[in-house]
């Protein structure tokens, strides 16, 4: 049974350029999470979704970040103009119910530098 | 906001040791989870507390749910090399929420 598979695992862009950033939740988990790290710094909850909705994105800048989660096809959280403190690991998980147990899995993580 | 004070930051042990690092809050929590980071990985599961007072092993892992709900603790007995990483506490806020908020994290380096 594959995990939370996310990918790129590693991204470079300049600044301005945009950002995307997939994930393929667990097989049979519907429920959705992205998460950021910066260095040195514990996970940072952004936003947390089902099939074709967003549950709750309180935890996302208010410009320039999106995410989605078609019906078909992975999780994308997408970063628009990035700046250099965007730069982070950015961490996908999910869960087979609502995270209220807190028992998440998690993907290996997509590292994003902005140069 | 609520945040997760954890305590130490690093720790350098022989191998053998035993190593303790515990969590704490100005709020409460209905779940307490310990997750395990190796470098360039995500986050793994180790234990998780549901109930205050509540102790669980998992392994040579032992973790508690603090009484007041606002700590909790992670001891590790006869530390292995592997067990290098560094440990995050994290927590469900009360009223249930899919925010898990995380601590800031313990690296823990263990010397042959």
């Known amino acids: 049974n594959a995990g939370v598979m996310q990918n790129p695992r590693h991204l470079v862009r300049r600044r301005g350029q945009e950002a995307r950033l997939r994930c393929s939740p667990m097989?049979?988990?519907?429920?959705v999470y992205w998460y950021r790290q910066l260095p040195e710094e514990g996970l940072k909850f952004m936003v947390y979704l089902q099939k074709e909705n967003i549950i709750d994105e309180s935890g996302m800048p208010k410009e320039r970040f999106s995410a989605e989660f078609p019906k078909e096809g992975p999780s994308i959280l997408r970063i628009q103009q990035v700046v250099r403190g965007d730069s982070a690991a950015y961490f996908c998980a999910s869960s087979p119910r609502e995270a209220g147990t807190g028992e998440l899995f998690f993907g290996e993580g997509s590292r994003l530098t902005v140069l | 906001g609520q945040q997760l004070n954890q305590s130490p930051q690093s720790m350098f042990i022989q191998e053998g040791e035993d190593v303790s690092m515990n969590c704490t809050s100005s709020?409460?929590?209905?779940?307490w989870l310990w997750y395990k980071q190796d470098p360039g990985e995500g986050p793994v599961l180790l234990i998780a507390?549901?109930?205050?007072?509540e102790l669980t092993s998992n392994g040579r892992l032992t973790a508690q749910f603090g009484i007041t709900r606002k700590d909790s603790f992670l001891n590790i007995s006869a530390s292995i090399p592997s067990d290098v990483g560094i440990y995050f506490c994290a927590g469900v806020p009360r009223g249930g929420s899919e925010k898990l908020v995380f601590g800031k994290g313990m690296k823990l380096t263990v010397n042959p």
């Open positions: 709020s409460i929590f209905n779940t």
């Open positions: 507390l549901y109930k205050a007072g």
């Open positions: 097989k049979g988990h519907s429920h």
